[in-house]
Structure formats: C-alpha cells, structure tokens
C-alpha cells in the first residue's frame, strides 16, 4: 500500500512540475492566438460595406427591458471600479492556492 501511494505521490510531483515548465509556453501561445483573432475582429468592423441599421422601435416592455439591463450593466461597471481597488490592495505576493510568487501564476 505505501509503494502505491509513493508512487502516486511521485507521479503527481512529475505532472506538476512538467505542467508548471510548460505553463509559460503555453501563455505566450495563448496570448498570440487572441491578438490574431482581436486584429480579424477589429479588421472587419473597419469594413463599411455591411447593412446599415436603422433605430428599432421598441415597444414599451421591451424599452423598460433593455433600461432596466442597461442599468443593471452600469451598476455593475461602477461596482467593478468600486471594488476593484480593494482586490488590488489586498492582493497577497503569492498565489493562495498553489503558494507560487510567480506572477505569470496569478491571472490564470
């Protein structure tokens, strides 16, 4: 029973420390795949050629609908600026979960 646990153990030790040499690799790769994709998408709303839009007309549930979204979705924009600050302040200079202090860590 210990040499199985012993072993899992050392397996668990050769994935995580495989997973942590790779993590950076994988970051930049990530990084590089959605500034491609956010230029396409910047590139084709560049683009006039598309359908003009004209203003819908709304009918009175669906005007009070999209007002009350819309303030709810303002409410929580200034609750973000609000707050995150706070989040920021007492950040600590380790990740909790893991205990690393890399920074590439901390937003994943």
């Not at 609908?65 to 303030?71: A, G, P």
């Amino acid at each position: 029973m210990k040499g199985a646990s012993h072993d899992a153990y050392l397996m668990n030790q050769r994935i995580t420390s495989e997973t942590f040499r790779i993590r950076p690799y994988l970051i930049n790769q990530f990084t590089r795949i959605l500034n491609a994709l956010n230029q396409d998408i910047n590139n084709d709303s560049d683009r006039d050629d598309g359908p003009k839009f004209g203003i819908p007309i709304l009918s009175a549930p669906t005007r009070k609908l999209v007002r009350w979204w819309l303030n709810k979705a303002q409410r929580r924009l200034k609750l973000r600026e609000v707050v995150q600050p706070l989040i920021n302040k007492n950040r600590g200079m380790q990740c909790e979960q893991c205990l690393s202090s890399s920074p590439n860590l901390f937003f994943l």
